[in-house]
């Protein structure tokens, strides 16, 4: 693998590697305010499900107070031998019947109003232990993206990458794009490496700093240890022409 392919492919995992951990630790803030969000719900009915169970059983003790009550008047001998006392109880009865069968029907719609609270609960709770899940499983896809990526920067940092690299030294490449960068931080170096000498020369002349171009012109590093007129040694003797003018 060459010394572009090389830095190429090391620039490109850091800056990968850069955009996952961003993902990550955006994905572990939205898990903890989930989290915490699910935690208050969860308490909240809770104690809205211990309400409703409370409240089912006042009514349940409510409806078997009525019945026993129903009971005692149908057995009360009372109402046979006094007439007038027959008719008020039995008028009593059907009055007290009444009222015990509409209490019923009202509890029977409570009851079932917060059977569907509770079941409408239960699907909620299901729906966000389903979206934490799936939280925790995109956090864990995550981090072996950036695991990979760690592992593939240890494999560019080997002695064999810093061998490649330290050839690349020696060839003057690296310490001329060193020079280049402390003058221009953001420039694209990919784009560099793809148009050629050209766009180099066409950098240098856009230095400021004469100081600097007068070193990068006299730095052996900008040759190319090969012999014969390469197009590179070619670009190089137009980019010293051009710097004698600056």
């Keep these: 693998m060459t010394v572009r392919q090389r830095s190429h492919i090391s620039k490109n995992h850091f800056a990968r590697a850069f955009i996952l951990m961003q993902d990550q630790n955006r994905l572990c803030e939205e898990l903890s305010e989930t989290s915490k969000r699910y935690g208050a719900k969860v308490e909240e009915y809770k104690k809205k499900i211990d309400d409703l169970f409370s409240s089912i059983e006042r009514l349940t003790a409510e409806i078997v107070r009525q019945t026993k009550e129903l009971e005692e008047l149908r057995k009360n001998p009372k109402a046979e031998n006094v007439r007038g006392d027959g008719y008020r109880l039995v008028n009593d009865l059907a009055a007290s019947r009444a009222r015990a ?20 609960f239960y699907i909620q709770h299901v729906s966000w232990k389903e979206g934490l899940a799936k939280k925790d499983e995109e956090l864990g896809v995550l981090n072996t993206k950036v695991e990979s990526q760690y592992l593939a920067l240890a494999e560019i940092d080997s002695d064999e990458g810093k061998q490649i690299f330290e050839d690349g030294k020696q060839a003057g490449r690296t310490e001329l794009l060193e020079l280049i960068k402390d003058k221009h931080t953001d420039f694209n170096f990919d784009f560099l490496y793809e148009e050629g000498e050209t766009t180099l020369l066409a950098l240098l002349l856009e230095i400021e700093d004469s100081e600097a171009v007068a070193g990068l012109a006299t730095s052996e590093a900008v040759a190319e240890p090969t012999s014969g007129a390469l197009p590179s040694q070619i670009a190089n003797s137009i980019v010293f022409e051009n710097l004698q003018d600056l």
């Design 101 to 120: 069968q509409e209490r019923e029907d009202k509890l029977q719609k409570e009851v079932e109003k917060k059977k569907d609270e509770i079941n409408s």
